[in-house]
């Protein structure tokens, strides 16, 4: 499968504790994405990569949440001292033109439970 | 503040009857609109772009207009795996990267 690959699919944590989701993009994609989505709702913008700098970044991404990408190829989102709102998928998408043609490639996501 | 707003939330049609969902937005400088399709479980999956009022995109049964207010995407003698939630999406700023996502609507086709 060459999609965009998340891990894990599923996460269940307790409050306080710290998570990490990975995402791996499709091969020769050099621009990759970050959203969260919640039950019933569109996906919200978190971050966004090319190759390896960070140049967007939302209100939403707080300081319990960093993102890398050090090589420009994988990506880690961390969520620091989760907290029960933090409940959601996180889904992660590559693009080799971005915005300029508009198709993101989505990967399946990670869900997070925090109880 | 910028806004999209997708109705209706739920459609339930059945076989062959066709209809339209509507996504409407209010920003302040629209840089394209995008259509993406979302089945359980799955990560969006990317339909169209529309960048100008009067432009119109088509794909099988799908058909997405452009106004300078909504967008519409027309579902023409819908099949059972045309089951999705359908999302559109906004660009506001030029060059930047964020889309603004409406809530979706769930669409059932029953058979």
């Known amino acids: 499968d060459t999609g965009v690959s998340q891990n894990p699919r599923h996460k269940i944590t307790k409050r306080g504790q710290n998570v990490t989701f990975r995402c791996d993009p499709i091969s020769e994609h050099n621009r990759l994405y970050w959203y969260r989505q919640t039950l019933g709702q569109g996906p919200e913008f978190l971050t966004y990569?090319?190759?390896?700098?960070?140049?967007?970044k939302s209100r939403l991404l707080s300081d319990r949440f960093s993102a890398e990408r050090p090589k420009g190829s994988f990506s880690t989102l961390e969520i620091q001292r989760t907290e029960q709102g933090d409940s959601a998928m996180y889904l992660c998408a590559s693009s080799l033109w971005g915005l300029n043609t508009g198709e993101l490639f989505f990967g399946e996501g990670s869900r997070l439970t925090v109880l | 503040e910028d806004q999209v707003t997708q109705s209706p939330e739920a459609l339930r049609l059945q076989e062959g009857e066709s209809s339209s969902l509507n996504c409407s937005y209010t920003v302040s400088g629209l840089r394209g609109l995008f259509w993406y399709r979302q089945d359980p479980g799955k990560g969006p999956e990317f339909l169209f772009t529309?960048?100008?009022a009067g432009e119109e995109k088509e794909k099988e049964r799908l058909k997405a207009t452009l106004t300078k207010k909504e967008s519409f995407l027309h579902i023409t003698a819908p099949k059972p795996e045309d089951s999705a939630t359908y999302l559109c999406?906004?660009?506001?700023?030029?060059?930047?990267?964020?889309?603004?996502f409406g809530q979706g609507t769930r669409l059932t086709i029953n058979p």
């Open positions: 999406a906004v660009r506001i700023i030029q060059g930047a990267q964020k889309l603004v």
């Open positions: 529309l960048y100008s």
């Open positions: 990569f090319q190759n390896e700098a960070q140049l967007e």
